[in-house]
């Protein structure tokens, strides 16, 4: 590898560790990326003097010797946030330390192409480009559930010829930044997961959105499925006839419709109890829209699990609503950041 290489990923591994901890000190860097103390104090320095770190202030206590921490710049510049739902647009701005700065709601309605592309330049003239606002560093697209980056094409003109391009082809060629597709399902998916690794358990990620879908984990390790991560259980469940006794009082009002999948409590405890005679599961985390997932859905569905496993022990069950903002932008935010920190 060239000596420039290797700089270049030292570099990298120094913002790395420290995006990864918020702050510290320069012999904590070292023991974390395994470079030596001196190796690190000149990338240390090269990175304060370029704006990307700053000396917090703060000390970090290490081996009994107090020692200044070092952070990222959030003054380096904003990062930009879209979510983009069937019933909303919100933008979100946030310094590079993931404080938000400044939101507002673009639009209450559905816009799509180029409404949408100029209802974002507009509200990133109002946003970003605000008297003493850091200039825009990186944007990211969030959209939610069963939303498509395709849907959202724009017409655009160069003045000499026009053409029908993605929406983040045509910001980036508008603001000249870093714009990243992104879906809320991943982050959710993301977290529960890597939860799971974490703690070493055993357990499945069901996604109720535009299709049904399943990821397994055993004692930590991720099971790799047919078709990769994640098994789309739209087909079992359009095939399956209930083996659960259903109930009566709720078998029949409680549907939830994904890409013409119809599934009702009973359909869904029967595929999670055949996932337990599968896997040795302790938990399932479901994830959904709200006006989906509602406390009459989510009782029907326990219940039916319970009477589906016959008295087995049950797993424990989690249920994540899609409709929130704010920790999935910033979650998003810090993918941009990433991208643009450690040009990932």
């Not at 700089?7 to 904590?28: C, F, G, P, T």
């Not at 993605?166 to 991943?186: G, K, M, N």
């Not at 359909?267 to 709200?290: E, H, K, N, W």
Request: proline fraction near 3%.
């Amino acid at each position: 590898m060239r000596l420039k290489d290797i700089k270049k990923n030292n570099r990298i591994n120094v913002i790395s560790a420290i995006l990864k901890h918020d702050a510290l000190s320069r012999i904590e860097i070292a023991h974390e990326t395994n470079l030596s103390p001196s190796t690190v104090s000149g990338l240390v320095s090269g990175l304060i003097d370029e704006g990307y770190l700053v000396e917090t202030g703060a000390r970090a206590a290490t081996a009994g010797r107090s020692r200044v921490a070092l952070a990222v710049n959030k003054d380096l510049g904003s990062i930009a946030v879209v979510e983009i739902s069937r019933t909303q647009v919100r933008l979100a701005l946030f310094d590079v330390a993931l404080g938000e700065l400044d939101s507002v709601v673009l639009s209450h309605d559905y816009a799509s192409g180029n409404d949408l592309f100029a209802l974002i330049l507009a509200g990133i003239s109002a946003l970003a480009n605000k008297e003493g606002q850091p200039k825009l560093l990186g944007m990211g697209l969030l959209f939610q559930r069963d939303m498509d980056a395709s849907e959202f094409n724009v017409m655009y003109s160069t003045g000499i010829s026009s053409a029908n391009i993605p929406l983040a082809t045509a910001l980036f060629t508008q603001l000249r930044i870093p714009v990243i597709e992104e879906y809320t399902q991943d982050y959710t998916a993301a977290r529960a997961l890597e939860r799971m690794k974490e703690d070493q358990t055993s357990g499945a990620y069901i996604s109720l959105g535009a299709d049904v879908l399943a990821s397994v984990v055993v004692k930590g390790a991720p099971v790799h499925l047919k078709s990769g991560a994640f098994a789309n259980l739209a087909p079992l469940l359009e095939g399956m006839s209930v083996s659960c006794d259903a109930d009566a009082e709720t078998a029949e009002v409680i549907p939830h419709d994904a890409a013409h999948v119809s599934v009702t409590p009973e359909r869904l405890a029967y595929v999670v109890s055949v996932l337990c005679t599968l896997f040795p599961l302790d938990m399932v985390v479901f994830s959904g829209p709200q006006e989906t997932m509602t406390e009459r859905f989510i009782a029907a569905t326990e219940g039916a699990l319970h009477r589906c496993l016959n008295g087995a022990q049950a797993p424990w069950l989690e249920w994540l609503h899609l409709n929130g903002s704010g920790s999935l932008s910033a979650t998003c935010a810090d993918h941009v950041r990433r991208t643009i920190l450690l040009q990932e």
